[in-house]
């Protein structure tokens, strides 16, 4: 059974720091892209940041820039999303998903291109 297993959210103060891991069972992600992305209650999914399969190259939200870094270990089968500096607003459910991607070399920010899916980790920044 293919799997992706999000963990390592949790409860943080404004200003603290997460990190995400992104665990693959039943296939490896050497071949896939993968992208995080967010949901916060009332609002619609959408895309953190991503890298690519090569991971040689990744993109973030506006948002998130300098703050989050997106990595990824094949020999761990894992992709993690280190979260510094975190605020109120960062505060969502927290997916990965994995992408069979055409070009090793491009990653998405949006969910359409995305195979599977974890079943995502709560990260909640309040004081």
């Known amino acids: 059974q293919l799997q992706l297993v999000e963990s390592g959210g949790g409860l943080v103060q404004p200003g603290g720091s997460l990190r995400l891991s992104c665990a693959a069972s039943?296939?490896?992600?050497?071949?896939?892209?993968i992208g995080w992305f967010r949901q916060a209650p009332g609002k619609e999914r959408e895309g953190v940041s991503c890298?690519?399969?090569?991971?040689?190259?990744?993109q973030y939200a506006d948002s998130v820039k300098g703050r989050f870094t997106i990595s990824r270990d094949n020999a761990k089968n894992t992709v993690y999303l280190q979260m510094n500096s975190l605020k109120p607003e960062d505060t969502a459910i927290y997916y990965c998903?994995?992408?069979?991607?055409?070009?090793?070399?491009?990653?998405?920010?949006?969910?359409?291109?995305?195979?599977?899916w974890g079943q995502g980790t709560q990260v909640t920044v309040s004081s």
């Open positions: 890298i690519t399969q090569s991971g040689s190259s990744a």
């Open positions: 039943g296939f490896t992600l050497d071949y896939y892209a």
């Open positions: 998903a994995a992408d069979l991607p055409s070009s090793a070399y491009v990653c998405f920010d949006y969910p359409t291109p995305y195979d599977y």
